[in-house]
């Protein structure tokens, strides 16, 4: 990683946001604008890490959800069958291309490796998801006036850019504007799960909804049908509002690697794509 290296202009999104608090450092070279010394782009590190199991199964789960979405905005049947097939075709094809990572991960010699097996169990665990998704959270939803679905929003702030991408927004009958996110696994320590509903909301309230008691913010968890309902206050978009320029004056384009301190830990730094470049990382690892 060359030294002297800026960060240059980085937009605010929730995600960004985690990532920082998470470890300022990762975010630097997540997010620097020019080339490390052996001519690898940190975008193209990410973007060569094959996907863990867990992290593929809610993939498919929200495209296999995406596409039955995009079927009742045209008015046509949803399907529980259809969007568990989808899964099973591409959690298969997911486990034949990555058998060597998967053995590796599940399996002490290749004779241990049951190829069949863990296609199965991912197949089964998406299936779970599908099932609770159609029969127990789409029963809840399928009555409201369709807005927008997995769809990437921005607006502006402070000079900044800030982006959101809700899973899917509606209207109730009441004229209530409804955000909501599936979620396929259970909370993570790591994320901010209150940070994505504020910025939701905040975002519902500049671009469709000016009066904040006709906003609800939902987390809805695809494994056991759980809802998190959130009513948005005056004092939680003054709380993100001010998130959100704090942050952005801290990613100042000319800050530099010195500004983006790194907070090892090492259930973090193992599977870190940029451990090869921080010594603090590789030195908690190696303990
Ligand atoms: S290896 Fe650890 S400390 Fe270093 S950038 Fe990655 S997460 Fe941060």
């Known amino acids: 990683m060359a030294n002297g290296q800026h960060l240059g202009t980085v937009d605010w999104s929730p995600s960004t946001a985690s990532l920082h608090a998470r470890c300022p450092r990762r975010f630097f070279y997540r997010n620097a604008e020019s080339v490390d010394d052996s001519g690898a782009t940190d975008n193209n590190t990410s973007a060569n890490q094959i996907q863990s199991p867990g992290a593929k199964i809610g993939s498919v789960v929200h495209e296999c959800i995406d596409r039955q979405i995009d079927r009742w905005r045209r008015n046509e049947r949803t399907s529980l069958?259809?969007?568990?097939?989808?899964?099973?075709?591409?959690?298969?094809?997911?486990?034949?291309?990555n058998a060597t990572m998967l053995q590796d991960r599940f399996a002490d010699s290749p004779d241990e490796?049951?190829?069949?097996?863990?296609?199965?169990?991912?197949?089964?665990?998406?299936?779970?998801?599908?099932?609770?998704?159609?029969?127990?959270?789409?029963?809840?939803?399928?009555?409201?006036?369709?807005?927008?679905?997995?769809?990437?929003?921005?607006?502006?702030l402070s000079g900044g850019t800030v982006w959101v991408?809700?899973?899917?927004?509606?209207?109730?009958?009441?004229?209530?504007?409804?955000?909501?996110?599936?979620?396929?696994?259970?909370?993570d320590s790591f994320s901010d799960a209150s940070l994505q509903v504020q910025?939701?909301?905040?975002?519902?309230?500049?671009?469709?909804?000016?009066e904040l008691t006709r906003i609800r913010v939902q987390l809805v968890y695809t494994r056991r049908g759980e809802f998190d309902r959130y009513r948005p206050d005056a004092e939680m978009l003054e709380s993100v509002i001010d998130r959100i320029q704090s942050d952005l004056e801290k990613w100042s384009p000319e800050?530099?690697?010195?500004?983006?301190?790194?907070?090892?830990?090492?259930?973090?730094?193992?599977?870190?794509?940029?451990?090869?470049?921080?010594?603090?990382?590789?030195?908690?690892?190696?303990?």
Not at 167 to 186: A, M, N, P, Q, Y
């Open 199 to 210: 910025t939701y909301a905040l975002w519902a309230h500049r671009e469709y909804e000016p």
């Open 113 to 156: 490796f049951d190829e069949a097996e863990i296609a199965r169990s991912l197949i089964r665990t998406a299936h779970t998801h599908l099932e609770t998704f159609f029969q127990v959270i789409w029963p809840q939803l399928k009555n409201q006036q369709y807005i927008m679905h997995e769809d990437t929003r921005s607006f502006s």
């Open 255 to 287: 800050a530099v690697k010195s500004a983006f301190p790194t907070l090892p830990e090492s259930n973090k730094c193992q599977s870190c794509p940029y451990l090869q470049w921080c010594e603090d990382g590789q030195e908690i690892v190696s303990e």
């Open 165 to 187: 991408r809700p899973d899917l927004c509606t209207r109730t009958s009441e004229g209530e504007f409804v955000v909501t996110d599936w979620k396929t696994g259970t909370p």
């Open 81 to 97: 069958q259809t969007a568990q097939a989808t899964a099973t075709e591409k959690l298969q094809s997911y486990v034949t291309a």
